[in-house]
């Protein structure tokens, strides 16, 4: 679907990678291993982000590193145009909407590190109808062309070391 309104591939990859998760930062050689496409290719559509204004760039030590400009008038539209992309608005509208008591859900994966992937990882938490989520992650797995994974957490159940690894590791999609 956006490959007809953004033919540049390596765009739609950076769009995700720093638009889906805003607190993603990389660098040019990074995103070279990462992507499999030419510095070049990368280093003239991250210089038209960032003279749009859409990234911002800080320097480490040798290394330029970009992350997405969240005080930008279009950050917050083009998020969700990357959201609804992905298929994240229908998991949230027929799955998350229709389970009961769910606290928190987090993306894990490749999506999390704003990569482009077949399957979506999500991390439930608080107290889910798990054979209803079953089928409902079914019928948005048709919507979306993508497969669902998924775990459950009971609230009780989650630990310090498994919600530390969740605030790093995760990008919070839902909140109650």
Same mark, same amino acid.
């Not at 769009?15 to 889906?20: A, C, P, S």
């Given at each position: 679907?956006?490959?007809?309104?953004?033919?540049?591939?390596?765009?739609?990859? #950076?769009?995700? @990678?720093?638009? #889906? +998760?805003?607190?993603?930062?990389?660098?040019?050689?990074?995103?070279?291993? $990462?992507?499999?496409?030419?510095?070049?290719?990368?280093?003239?559509?991250?210089?038209?982000?960032?003279?749009?204004?859409?990234?911002?760039?800080?320097?480490?030590?040798?290394?330029?590193?970009? =992350?997405?400009?969240?005080?930008?008038?279009?950050? =917050?539209?083009?998020? +969700?145009? &990357?959201?609804?992309? &992905?298929?994240?608005? =229908?998991? &949230?509208?027929?799955?998350?909407?229709?389970?009961?008591?769910?606290?928190?859900?987090?993306?894990?994966?490749?999506?999390?590190?704003?990569?482009?992937?077949?399957?979506?990882?999500?991390?439930?938490?608080?107290?889910?109808? @798990?054979?209803?989520?079953? $089928?409902?992650?079914?019928?948005?797995?048709?919507? &979306?062309?993508?497969?669902?994974?998924?775990?459950?957490?009971?609230?009780?159940?989650?630990?310090?070391?498994?919600?530390?690894?969740?605030?790093?590791?995760?990008?919070?999609?839902?909140?109650?």
């Amino acid at each position: 679907m956006i490959e007809t309104l953004i033919s540049s591939k390596t765009r739609i990859k #950076l769009l995700l @990678k720093f638009f #889906l +998760n805003s607190k993603a930062t990389s660098y040019l050689r990074e995103l070279e291993t $990462e992507f499999g496409d030419s510095t070049n290719g990368i280093r003239v559509e991250l210089n038209r982000f960032e003279k749009a204004g859409m990234l911002s760039s800080f320097s480490k030590g040798n290394k330029k590193f970009f =992350q997405a400009n969240t005080a930008h008038p279009l950050f =917050q539209d083009t998020h +969700n145009i &990357i959201l609804k992309y &992905i298929g994240f608005d =229908q998991i &949230i509208d027929k799955v998350i909407d229709n389970l009961g008591e769910v606290q928190k859900v987090y993306v894990t994966g490749a999506f999390a590190e704003g990569m482009d992937d077949n399957v979506i990882d999500l991390v439930f938490i608080g107290d889910v109808n @798990k054979s209803y989520l079953s $089928e409902l992650c079914e019928k948005v797995e048709k919507l &979306i062309n993508r497969k669902i994974k998924y775990i459950v957490y009971v609230k009780d159940e989650i630990d310090f070391n498994t919600s530390e690894l969740l605030t790093r590791k995760a990008l919070l999609l839902w909140e109650h």
